[in-house]
């Protein structure tokens, strides 16, 4: 893959096409994991609702599985950015974080954010991964 050209990745995600935007994109030696939210197996509904920590280990695990058609994993991401709903509840989702990156630790930044798509959606995560192209 040249430098000018984008691989593209799609989720069954209602909203990616209403909204237009993909899932994760390769840019080069770079990959960028869309936000991702705390959506059940179905798609369709969320993830432990009420639950700050299993909500940010859902949106992690997701992340991760969005990174594999790209050949790569947690390992490779430098950077993280957490969207919560309410920061009191920083701990948890801290916890969530350190315990799904142990040694391999991203920069990161945790805002608080107004609300997010689904009222029941206590975190959103983004990514940014290096995961430089074999060959």
């Given amino acids: 893959m040249s430098q000018t050209e ?56 997701l992340i991760e599985r969005a990174l594999r058609p790209f050949g790569t994993d947690r390992t490779r991401i430098v950077r993280t950015r957490m969207f919560v709903t309410d920061i009191a509840r920083w701990a948890e989702f801290g916890r969530a974080h350190a315990e799904f990156f142990q040694e391999d630790r991203p920069t990161t930044t945790m805002v608080e954010v107004r609300r997010l798509i689904d009222p029941a959606m206590l975190i959103e995560i983004e990514a940014d991964v290096f995961a430089p192209v074999s060959g």
């Fill in 6 to 61: 984008f691989e593209r990745i799609y989720s069954r995600a209602p909203w990616e096409q209403q909204v237009g935007y993909c899932r994760a994109l390769r840019a080069g030696d770079m990959v960028f994991v869309t936000g991702t939210a705390p959506i059940d197996e179905v798609g369709s509904g969320v993830f432990a609702p009420g639950d700050a920590y299993a909500q940010a280990a859902r949106c992690l695990e």
